[in-house]
């Protein structure tokens, strides 16, 4: 089981991504445009800069899956949102509608 302070950072992370979505598209958009004047390069640079003293954890590339159940990192399976540990357990107990264990 995670420590309750990794799966609080993982949250607050989740929140700075959500906050600065809108502020971070807007200024990615002025830089991946291909306007080549002066008054879009100094723009383009105005923007690096604001992106740069964004706070790093708003980025959406510091988010990390982590089971809903237990705050595992590893073994994360998406479609139910747990780590593959916790899934195998309430697989087995039938805690998960519709899964059951293959045999054949």
Known sequence: MAKESMKARERKRERMVVRYAKKREELTK??????????????KWDAMMALQKMPANSSKTRLHNRCGLTGRPRGYMRQFGLSRVTFREMALNGLIPGVKKASW
């Open 30 to 43: 002025v830089l991946k445009s291909t306007d080549a004047s002066e008054e879009v390069q100094a723009a």
